[in-house]
C-alpha cells in the first residue's frame, strides 16, 4: 500500500510541475520571469511549485480582481455629482499639456479614467523630517475628515507620533479612516491597531487574510496616501517609520490644489474594496474651493492588478522612447521588465542622456546583487550609473527634458510595475523638472560613478553571485 501511494504522489507530483509549467510558458508575462520560474520549480519541484501558487499565478487578466474594484465603481457612480466626475475624468486641460505629451497623458489614462487637472501647487520633499513637520501641522488643522493609506506604519518613536495624533483627532470628532497593509505589517500586533480603534479611528486591512486565494498575498498595497480635507494630500516613497523621517534619503510630494481630489479617489477605492463603508454622497470629500495661486498640471495615476494594463510600466517605457535630451532616474530597486530595460538602452544608444542613480548598499541582502547584475548590459549601451553613498536612497522619481517628473512609490522593479497597487504623480512642468532635476544633480555629489572598465574588472565571486541571482531577478 505504501508503494502505491507513494507511486500516486509522485504521478501527482509529476503532473502538477508539468501542469504548473505549461502555465507558465502559456502566460503572457516576459521571458525572463517565465525562466526563472521554471528554473525554481526544476531545482525544488515541491517547494517551487508552493511559491509559485503563492507568488508566481499572474492575476493581472480581466475578471480576476475585478469584482473588488466593480463594488466601488457603482457605489461612486451612484454618489457623486457631475462637477466631481468631470474633475476626475474630463479632458478640459489636457490641451495645456504639451502637444508631444498629450499622448502619454491618454495612455497612463487608460485604465483609472483619471485624468490631467490643473490648480495645483506642490512642494518636492527630500527630508524625512520635513515631512514629519508638514504632515503633523496639518493633522492638527484637520477640521473634517483624514485619509490615511501607508504600505508601512511602523511602531517606532515617528510612528507612535502620528499614531497618537491620528487618535487624537478622532476623539475631537474629525473623522479618521486607516488602511494598512496587512502583509508587510504582518510583525504588528492587532493590539496597535486596536488601540486606534478605541479612540475612534476607522480601521480596515488592505490584504485580506482569509482570502482562499493565496495567491493575494502577493499583491501588495505598497501606496502612501494622506489626504486631509479634500484640500492637502501626500503621496511619494516615504513610509511612516523613522528610517523615511530621520535616516534615509527619500522623495515624497505634498499637495494642495486638483491633484488631492486624485488621491481622494484612490483612497476611497482602496477604503470600499477593502471592506471600509462610508453613508451618504461622496461629494463632501470633493471640496469645490481647492483654489491655488499656482496652474501646475499633476495626474495621478493609481496601478494594481485590478486593471488590465500595466500602465505605470507602459509610462516609463514610453517616456524612455521619447525622451530627447535627457533622463534621469533614482530608485533602490532596479530590476527592470525586459521592453524598460530595452527602452532605457534604446533611449541612451540614440545619443539621450541616461542617468541612473541606486544605492551604493541596499538595504536588503539579496537586492545589492540583482542591482548590479543589471549593470553591464545598461553600462554598454551607454546608460550612466551613478551609486549614491551616506544616507540610504529610497527615492522613486523620474525627471525628463526639463518638462516631466514623475515622483510615486513605484520602483523600477517586476514587483512595482506588475504586481504591487502603486500610485505615482506625473508632473507635466518646466518649474518642478527643473527642481526635480536639481535635486538629483545635487545627490551625485554623495555618488560614485561606475564605469564599463571598473565594472568589468570586479572579482569572479562577484560575477557569479550576480549572474545566478539575475537568474531569479524577476522573482524578487
Known sequence: MSGFLSIAISVISGFLIIGAILVILNDNQDSGRKIAWILTIGILPVVGLLLYIVFGLNFRKPGIFQKRNRRFLETFDSRTGSSTKELLFGDSQEQNIRPEYRNLSRLLKKDSGLTVCDNNEIEIITSG???????VNDLLNAKHHIHFEYFYFLKDDG?????????QKAREGVKVRFIHENIANITIWPSYYNEMKEAGVEIVKFTNPNSFILSKFNYRDHRKIVVIDGKIGYTGGMNIGDDYFFRWRDTHTRFTGNAVAALQYCFLNSWITSGGTIDGDFDVFFPQDRVTHDRKLVQIIPDEPDRQFPILHMGVVWTAHHAADYLYIQTPYFVPPEPLMQALKSAAIKGCDVKLMLPAKADLCFMGPANKSYYKECLESGIRIFEKGGNFI???????DDYLSVIG?????????????EINSYIYNEEIAKENKAIFLRDLAQCKEITIGQWNIRPWHQKLIQSVVRLFAPLL
Open 129 to 135: 523630517g520635513r515631512k514629519l513637520e508638514a504632515l
Open 394 to 400: 529610497h527615492a522613486k522619481t523620474l525627471v525628463c
Open 159 to 167: 510612528s507612535k507620533k502620528i499614531k497618537k495624533l491620528l487618535m
Open 409 to 421: 512609490s513605484a520602483n523600477m522593479d517586476y514587483r512595482s510595475l506588475e504586481l504591487n497597487y
